[in-house]
């Protein structure tokens, strides 16, 4: 097991890294200067060279990046060419938000999926199982941003129950707080249970049909005792990759709906910054995205071996 | 996928080839039909639409802005008095060439990658899914931005982005079934006549593995087709006039109070479509699921 | 010597005239809403109207945090520095300039309460107002606009507003209170370009890091940013600036900006009383919303105006009459329909019939079979292709592509949409590879604005390639010419050249709309989309 964490490790580092390489690569290759973004349409060519130099941007590639790997090694991700702010503190400060966005949602997606799921296989020509399925479907075809928008129509513009947009700490008010979490975190919830909604039935009719639920119903035991204690059991597993997987998703795919919900995230920022061509604003929300991104897949994996004594590393 | 179809694996193999096993057991679940359904009247609509549609798709008229739908306009029009069903009609055809680029690439790529990978192992296996899981762990819409604003505007470039985004998927799903099948007897019995690598790949084990990349195809389809919404709503989608769901959609987003019907009504073409793929690929995976597992348990 | 105290300065500024429903009495209680079509007169005029006599009839009241709602972050709190919009709309509240412009573009004295200009025209001096302190205590003193002048002016700082100085030679500190900018060439309109734009703002000299802590003399104090979320400023209780009755200004203890990308959220922030004021509506919902009541718009016509920049290196485009048939080939108020619905007007001619400056030359009407033929003239009977380039950073002109490309292909003219994220949008803007691009500029005032930086020989906003002698010879004239009459005389011609060569297409000028709470008084939608809340107050 330790073996297996270290070696996990090892991987994650490169492959960050090679995150890290491919964004700074890329957004390289883009059309479009920081430079002359920042200054606007007034800008003269003298002076798109002036800032590009102030800025580093007239050096290798290359040298470029290697001395934002140093820099990082430092613990230095530099400032914002726009804003000057410092690009570690932007990020710490936002990803929490963008975690807790994708965890309520991740929490709604289960409340969800997991009745849905489990009706729906139980009882596959039951009404509830219908309603499950297309909900399920429903909620996978409308785009996240047309979902929002219709959320924040109905409940704040007609109903007037919560706020349509915007961000209130948790250590101002708990209660603000809650009120604005409530509708992105719907909309992507929504979207993300349908997702799980089949997951969930798929993996609770694979068990089902093990032997060893056959047996257990052979020898007489209480379907309600099957499904709590076998079927549920190793129906888990899947699910709990799938879950993963969809949570490390969302890490980076809220960008649209925290645009909508003007969102303080950790996507809002990024996507800004790709647009900005601020370099080390985008170069360092990549990086803890992918950060983020490869710490969820590793406790799934080790949440994995938890749940199935079968499988060793 | 019904309980009845599942059960039917442990009775006494029905006197059928597999492949119309297959094909019963999809026409089976009514569902999965509805889907293929669904997708033929697509593919219909993408072909007929220029014959049916009673306008042409990007006709402005500024004198019948955002007109509610009547028997002129079935659909209603949009604020440049286009007619909405004309061009939800032609945006058929730009959804299944949405579709095809984008999961062609992906198919393409993913499926060859995880042929290697999961044949070869060891050095080669490793580079790859590393490879793959940088892709993976990149946001999507950031890698959607740059390669459009690199290789330019349009439907197209739009799409290669979602290919490649799409692309570890197929990688990762080839890969395990590939290796739940490079220990069989057929392939170690091509090995031992000296079959060479690629021969044993395509004749052997991708004929055995299709199950799967199947099933995530159909529904990587629907999946593009969102994908081309969301990045209309950034401006990045299909050109305009063309008219996209996606792009009409995000479009409509800002009258939904005034004119509902232009959003509405390409919304309800995505959400169908999108059901459409999605129906046909869960009956698929009930129906391909059974022998997948048998492959897998003679394993 | 040759005075021109600030009064009289006036008159070399475009005046705005006021709509009808303006009431006439002093610049700071009149509306100026001046309203691009009858649509949008009838909601500019009631509510603006509405507004400015509750907030004669009532007395102001101190206090209240005001939340405004803007559409993007800001980039950036160094005015020398960004040239953001969302930057400004929050400096504007935190700078002074030397001198200010009022909401009919009228000169008024700021830091400065007087001026005068040597009989060379070549040395201005102002007098700087006596006991103004920054936010951080220090004294105001002609030092600190030498500093931020010549901050403006330096490379290593790479200012965007560093060509409004283009003529100045020297900035001097006479005296505490007294500041000398000499000009190597008489320049009437020196103090428009001083005036307005915040990117002119005067900062302190012992400023450290304005990006982070912009210290100012502004009616407001920079309190916190916190990236995607909000801007706090807080009252600046030493404010040098008093209203009428003498009370002292701001009103508001804070305003809170608060960035929603989407309009429709915007909106819906606003109709539900979560925000208290908005920098813009959709435009198709702004009569709905006029109308239902529940809050205050104003809709006022801007120095803005859209336009396709026709690059002349390429063929046929070089072709003036190509130029002119597309003018006639087009029709304006489409354009103008599809891009702002009823906040704008469709326009051969930049500068907007308000103004005073307007010439009243607009010779082009829809007409595809002049097109026709001009094109038949130019030996393109059976028309050519060409690519438009609008930016989906600005959804209208995505929108007017749109109806251009169909119009075009009326007359045979087969065009395509290339539609460029922003970013590659100026560069590819700045190579020159575009066949026409759409584009607008944004807060004109004098009328040089209009002309000189985008069409003078050599220019660097110059990206049609045009250049025309005596055109160039009538600029330089302009900017030199002190006699209103005679300048006016010379931008008529300049600007009767400019829609005859057509290297701009000029399509249509667009209205500034403000939106904001029955409660809040003492704004308005101002022709220069300045957003400032120095005279805001909230009724209880």
């Known amino acids: 097991m330790l073996r297996f964490i270290v070696r996990r490790l090892l991987t994650t580092i490169l492959v960050i890294l090679g995150v890290t390489f491919i964004s700074f690569l890329i957004i390289h290759l883009v059309p479009g200067d920081p430079a002359r973004i920042m200054l606007g349409l007034n800008a003269t060519e003298e002076k798109v060279a002036e800032v590009q130099r102030a800025m580093g941007l007239d050096r290798p590639f290359i040298v470029q990046y290697g001395n934002w790997l140093a820099d990082l090694l430092r613990g230095n991700l530099g400032e914002s060419f726009i804003t000057g702010q410092s690009v570690t503190q932007a990020v710490v400060e936002r990803l929490p938000r963008t975690l807790t966005l994708a965890g309520a949602a991740l929490v709604i997606a289960l409340l969800i999926a997991l009745p849905a799921g489990i009706i729906a296989a139980l009882r596959p020509r039951s009404p509830a199982a219908y309603f499950a399925t297309i909900f399920s479907q429903v909620g996978v075809s409308i785009p996240d941003f047309w979902m929002g928008i219709m959320l924040i129509l109905l409940f704040s513009l007609t109903l007037r129950w919560l706020p349509p947009s915007g961000y209130a700490p948790f250590s101002e008010s708990p209660l603000e707080w809650l009120r604005h979490l409530i509708l992105p975190a719907v909309t992507v919830g929504i979207v993300s249970g349908s997702v799980l909604t089949r997951f969930v039935r798929s993996a609770m009719l694979e068990a089902l049909h093990q032997d060893y639920v056959r047996t257990a119903r052979a020898k007489g035991i209480s379907e309600r005792h099957v499904v709590l204690r076998h079927v549920l059991r190793n129906a888990m597993i899947p699910i709990v990759t799938v879950t993963g997987l969809q949570l490390a998703g969302l890490l980076g795919g809220v960008v649209i709906v925290e645009v909508i919900f003007a969102w303080p995230g950790l996507g809002r920022l990024a996507l800004d910054a790709v647009q900005r061509r601020d370099y080390p604003m985008m170069q360092g929300a990549v990086l803890f995205v992918a950060l983020a991104f490869a710490l969820v897949n590793l406790l799934v994996d080790i949440l994995y071996a938890y749940l199935d004594p079968r499988i060793k590393y | 996928m019904s309980s009845l179809s599942m059960t039917d694996r442990h009775a006494p193999a029905p006197p059928l080839s597999e492949r119309r096993r297959i094909l019963r057991r999809v026409a089976n679940n009514r569902l999965a039909l509805l889907g293929a359904v669904i997708i033929v009247l697509l593919i219909g609509l993408a072909v007929l639409g220029p014959f049916i549609a009673p306008y042409p798709p990007n006709e402005i008229n500024m004198g019948a802005r955002v007109q509610p739908p009547s028997v002129a306009h079935p659909f209603g029009t949009d604020d440049f008095g286009r007619d909405v069903f004309s061009r939800v009609l032609a945006g058929a055809r730009v959804s299944i060439y949405v579709g095809l680029v984008a999961v062609g690439i992906s198919l393409l790529a993913g499926t060859s990658l995880g042929l290697i990978s999961g044949y070869y192992g060891g050095w080669a296996d490793e580079v790859i899914m590393r490879a793959m899981d940088v892709l993976f762990s990149f946001p999507a819409i950031l890698l959607a931005i740059a390669i459009v604003a690199a290789l330019g505007p349009g439907v197209t470039n739009a799409m290669i982005a979602i290919g490649v985004v799409y692309t570890p998927i197929f990688a990762r799903i080839t890969r395990g079934s590939v290796l739940a099948v490079r220990k069989e007897v057929y392939v170690d019995a091509a090995r031992s006549i000296g079959s060479a690598d690629r021969r044993i790949l395509l004749r052997h084990i991708l004929p055995n593995i299709a199950a799967p990349i199947i099933v995530e195809t159909t529904l990587s389809l629907a999946f593009a087709i969102l994908s081309e919404a969301a990045l209309s709503f950034i401006g990045l989608g299909a050109q305009p006039p063309d008219p996209s769901w996606g792009r009409m959609l995000s479009e409509g987003r800002s009258f939904i109070q005034q004119a509902p019907w232009i959003g509405i009504f390409p919304g309800l073409a995505i959400m169908i479509t999108v059901m459409g793929f999605n129906f046909l690929g869960d009956g698929l995976r009930d129906a391909l699921d059974p022998k997948l597992k048998q492959v897998l348990e003679n394993g | 010597m040759r005075r021109f105290y600030f009064l009289i300065t006036l008159l070399l500024i475009g005046v705005l005239a006021l709509s009808a429903c303006a009431s006439g009495g002093s610049p700071t209680d009149s509306s100026g809403a001046a309203a691009p079509s009858d649509a949008a007169a009838d909601t500019g005029a009631d509510t603006a109207s509405d507004t400015t006599s509750d907030a004669a009839a009532t007395e102001p009241q101190t206090g209240g945090v005001l939340t405004a709602a803007i559409s993007a972050d800001p980039q950036g709190f160094d005015p020398h520095l960004t040239s953001a919009y969302s930057s400004f709309e929050v400096l504007e509240n935190v700078f002074d300039t030397l001198v200010s412009i009022d909401e009919n573009l009228n000169i008024t004295p700021s830091l400065a309460e007087s001026w005068e200009v040597s009989e060379d025209g070549l040395t201005w001096t102002f007098k700087l107002q006596e006991g103004i302190t920054f936010h951080d205590g220090s004294d105001l003193t002609a030092e600190d606009v030498k500093f931020s002048y010549e901050r403006i002016l330096d490379p290593d700082v790479g200012s965007g507003a560093s060509w409004r100085l283009a003529n100045v030679e020297s900035i001097e500190a006479v005296d505490d209170y007294t500041v000398a900018i000499t000009l190597n060439a008489p320049y009437p309109g020196l103090l428009a370009k001083l005036a307005g734009y915040k990117g002119m703002a005067i900062v302190s000299s012992e400023a450290e890091d304005l990006e982070r802590m912009p210290i100012g003399t502004g009616p407001f104090m920079f309190v916190e940013y916190v990236p995607g979320d909000h801007v706090t400023l807080m009252r600046n209780e030493n404010y040098w600036e008093t209203d009428a009755a003498g009370n002292a200004l701001p009103y508001l203890d804070e305003v809170v900006f608060r960035p929603i990308p989407d309009e429709t959220v915007k909106t819906t922030n606003l109709q539900t009383g979560e925000v208290d004021w908005v920098d813009s509506l959709p435009p198709q919902q702004v009569n709905s919303i006029a109308d239902a009541g529940d809050v205050m718009v104003d809709v006022v016509t801007g120095g803005d105006y859209w336009y396709l920049g026709v690059n002349l290196n390429r063929e046929p485009l070089g072709d003036p009459l190509v130029r002119q048939a597309i003018n006639y080939a087009i029709n304006k108020e489409d354009v103008a329909a599809a891009a702002r619905w009823d906040t704008a007007v469709a326009s051969d001619n930049p500068i907007p019939a308000e ?186």
């Open chain 3, 355 to 540: 103004s005073a400056w307007n010439s009243g030359y607009a010779p082009y009407e829809y007409n595809p079979e002049r097109a026709k033929e001009l094109l038949a003239e130019a030996g393109y009977a059976d028309g050519f292709e060409v690519e438009l380039m609008p930016s989906s950073q600005y959804e209208e002109t995505v929108r007017a592509a749109q109806v251009v490309q169909a119009q075009l292909a009326d007359v045979g003219v087969t065009a395509t949409i290339r539609t460029l994220e922003w970013g590659t949008w100026l560069e590819e803007q700045g190579a020159g590879n575009f066949d026409i691009y759409v584009g607008g500029w944004i807060g004109n005032i004098d009328p040089d604005d209009y002309f000189y930086a985008q069409h003078h020989t050599g220019e660097i906003f110059n990206f049609t390639g045009y250049s025309n002698e005596a055109l160039d010879v009538l600029l330089d004239e302009g900017r030199a010419e002190a006699d209103p009459d005679v300048r006016k005389g010379i931008y008529d011609q300049v600007a009767q050249i400019l829609i005859d060569d057509s290297p701009y297409v000029y399509m249509y000028i667009p209205a500034t709309v403000n939106a904001w709470q029955p409660n809040v008084h003492g704004v308005q939608a101002r022709p220069d989309s300045a957003i400032r809340f120095k005279n805001a107050w909230m009724s209880q």
